[in-house]
């Protein structure tokens, strides 16, 4: 088989920005990207408009009254949510439609489980804080429209407007694709061998599942 | 130390395992549709090839119009698009594809068990977070976003970590006019749309023991709105029975070869899980959810709740922000809810048994809305024409459809108007997800039909009383 390497991601390694509290508990993907948008390319020029696009316009396209439609919030690149940010449709698109908007980092207190993967795929950085931390970010947020955040992915830390400091868990693998940008096919290319050779053994012990 | 099913099937798919306890997991099936067609562009573009086309299905069902019969029914631009390039793909890849004119074709989650490409004791994944629907066969399914998607194709491979284990056992049995809907909404108010986070989740108990085919399918398929991608029950007489005889199940000495690996599948009595979870089956109603997330579910017997009522601010802003999307006042009774359009359908509920219970209730009793039926797949939709459903349905003033997602999803001209009110047997009651402004409520299919032939939510129970 021929096998190219695909486009590297851009490498996470420290980010700073306004931060744009998100109070929606329970934030689903249809919520983030609605499903009429799915079938549009991602290079489409009004992709941008397409993240939280029922909450953030009327049907006329004027805008609501939606904090990410707000100076100083709509320049943020780091979103503070609620539990279970991104639950369910498994769109990428949602991870696409941050993207658009150059969000980099999602913290937030949990995450679905397919788009928690989605973001680490397209190198967004999904950080899991608690409850607690998450509502102090998301006031201080709240009272100073513009307070930014930084996250520093080697040091697995938030500092957060106040500079108080949170340190976070991230899994070792995830940690390291997304500092080194790297694509996952690349790297499973690596382990082609040792595929052929389980596929092999997988075929000749369960010859009825093939 | 015990396994559970879940490490069984986990422990024979695993070709490779990091330091960190990342694992490169082998895939056996993988199943794709219609919405994945811009990644099928993207493999071409970067191109990748198919490492193992053999074990890779495709079939349209998203943008699908439940009017159409052949692609050239569809309407020209975005809806037509996916379903072509899916076509074309799986021709220049060589991979299973079954068509619109195919009488296989359907709802991927139908399909795959339908088909026999579902098999327990199998890794298979789709780009569909309601994969978890395969589990019911006693296998490890799960759903994957396009990256993973394109991954898979060009690899068979999915990089995993693990998941918790949780067992949820239901005791004793499932009354009456109660089903597996019913059941997994009673799990999901229970523990939340976030309680299965980080988990995969094992059905079992008597009621588990005694639901078809079709009601555990039901059961897996919302375990991702509980939190979880995967959901499983460990196969037993019935599932092999249903798998027997399938188009791709295994024949022969290599069928008997399968039937004995899945008598050892079932988790061990000291299998270890994380969590476990007991709820009263004989205590379960027929449920409806009433907000814009499935745990908000009452049994129809309840009152809509009163934020006021709860303690957590931010739940309580949650509900009120629920109610006032929904156009809901706090003690309402179910039955004062008028219904505009009632769906059955989705791969939640549009397998033969789902049909058959609506249609009992349809039977003799006219709609006063508007009514989808739609079919899991060709097959289903078949088999309810030779047992005459679609008859009961049509004289009952229902629509009876073409399979495919219709109005789970709304991608295929299938949708309610703004502010318009559904009883739906799909899986989602988000804002929007029927059309913009939709109001969703999501129930069985026999409660569907309920709603449908009183105009408002009805105790299913009660209604079949009175006959």
């Known amino acids: 088989m021929t096998l190219a390497r695909t486009d590297a991601l851009e490498p996470f390694t420290t980010f700073a920005s306004v931060a744009v509290p ?15 948008f799915l079938r549009r390319a991602v290079d489409d020029p009004e992709y941008a408009k397409f993240l939280f696009h029922d909450l953030r316009f009327n049907a006329d396209g004027s805008e609501k009254d939606f904090v990410f439609n707000k100076e100083p ?117 690596e382990f082609d061998d040792k595929i052929t050779d389980f596929a092999e053994r997988h075929r000749a012990k369960h010859g009825w599942a093939t | 130390m015990g396994k559970t099913v879940f490490e069984k099937i986990w422990d024979e798919h695993v070709i490779f395992e990091r330091e960190d306890g990342d694992v490169l997991l082998y895939v056996d099936r993988h199943l794709t549709h219609d919405l994945h067609f811009r990644s099928f562009n993207a493999m071409k573009a970067k191109g ?31 809806m037509r698009e996916p379903v072509e390039v899916l076509a074309a793909f799986a021709e220049e890849m060589g991979f299973a594809h079954f068509g619109m004119t195919d009488d296989r074709h359907g709802i991927v989650h139908v399909v795959g068990p339908e088909q026999g490409i579902t098999l327990p004791g199998l890794t298979l994944v789709c780009g569909d977070s309601h994969t978890s629907t395969h589990g019911a066969l006693g296998c490890i399914s799960f759903g994957i976003g396009s990256t993973e ?38 799990i999901i ?25 079709e009601g555990r399918m039901t059961i897996c398929n919302m375990t991702i709105e509980a939190g979880a991608r995967s959901g499983i029950i460990a196969p037993d007489e019935k599932t092999i029975e249903y798998c027997a005889g399938r188009p791709y199940a295994p024949k022969g000495e290599k069928w008997d070869e399968a039937v004995a690996y899945w008598r050892t599948l079932p988790s061990d009595p000291d299998a270890v899980f994380d969590k476990e979870i007991t709820l009263d ?5 027929p449920m409806v959810t009433w907000g814009n997330s499935p745990q908000w579910a009452l049994p129809v017997t309840e009152r809509i709740p009163d934020p006021s009522n709860e303690a957590d601010p931010m739940v309580r802003a949650d509900m009120e922000a629920a ?39 349809a039977k003799g009793r006219r709609a006063k809305v508007r009514t989808l039926i739609v079919p899991g797949s060709g097959l289903v939709k078949n088999q309810a ?55 969703t409520h999501l129930v069985s299919p026999a409660m569907a039909a309920a709603a449908s032939v009183t105009g408002h939510f009805t105790d299913v129970r009660k209604l079949m009383e009175e006959k």
Not at chain 2, 158 to 170: A, C, D, E, T, V
């Open chain 1, 73 to 189: 919030y709509r320049h943020g690149r780091i979103f503070v949510a609620d539990v279970n940010w991104g639950c369910g449709s498994s769109r990428e698109n949602a991870v696409n439609a941050l993207d658009a908007n150059g969000v980099r980092c999602v913290i937030a207190p949990s995450f679905g489980d397919i788009h928690f993967s989605n973001c680490i795929k397209n190198g967004i950085l999904p950080v899991r804080l608690s409850s607690e931390a998450c509502e102090t970010l998301r006031r201080q947020l709240r009272d100073n429209p513009g307070a930014e955040i930084a996250v520093d992915l080697d040091s697995q830390s938030v500092t957060g407007p106040d500079q108080t400091n949170y340190s976070f868990e991230i899994d070792t693998f995830d940690k390291y694709r997304l500092m080194n940008g790297l694509d996952d096919i690349g790297l499973t290319m």
């Open chain 2, 323 to 361: 109610l006032d999307y929904m156009d809901l006042k706090p003690g309402m009774a179910f039955s004062d809810i008028k219904v505009d359009t009632v769906f059955v359908g989705a791969c939640t509920n549009s397998r033969i048994e789902d049909l058959r219970a609506a249609a009992e209730v």
């Open chain 2, 281 to 285: 089956g004989d205590a379960i109603a």
């Open chain 2, 149 to 186: 998607v394109q991954h898979v194709m060009a690899t068979q491979t999915l990089w995993q970590r693990k998941p918790k284990m949780m067992r949820i056992n239901i005791t004793g049995r499932i009354g009456f006019g109660v089903s597996g809907k019913d059941v997994i909404l009673a």
């Open chain 2, 385 to 439: 024409e030779a047992e005459g459903l679609d008859k009961i349905f049509i004289e009952a003033g229902m629509e009876w459809r073409e399979p495919g997602c219709s109005m789970c999803i709304a991608l295929n001209g299938d949708m309610l108007a703004p502010g318009e009110r559904s009883a739906s047997t799909s899986n989602r009651n988000f804002r929007g997800r029927q059309g913009l402004g939709s109001r």
């Open chain 2, 48 to 78: 990748l090839s198919i490492r193992e086309p053999d074990k890779l299905f495709g079939v349209p069902d998203h943008s699908v119009p439940t009017t159409a019969k052949t692609i050239d029914d569809i309407p020209a631009g975005e």
């Open chain 1, 22 to 36: 998100i109070d929606i508990p329970n934030c689903d993907t249809d919520q983030i990207i609605p499903a009429r």
């Open chain 2, 189 to 213: 108010r229970e523990i939340g749309t976030a309680g299965g986070t980080g988990y995969a989740i094992e059905y079992a108990g008597p009621a588990i023991d005694a639901l078809s085919m």
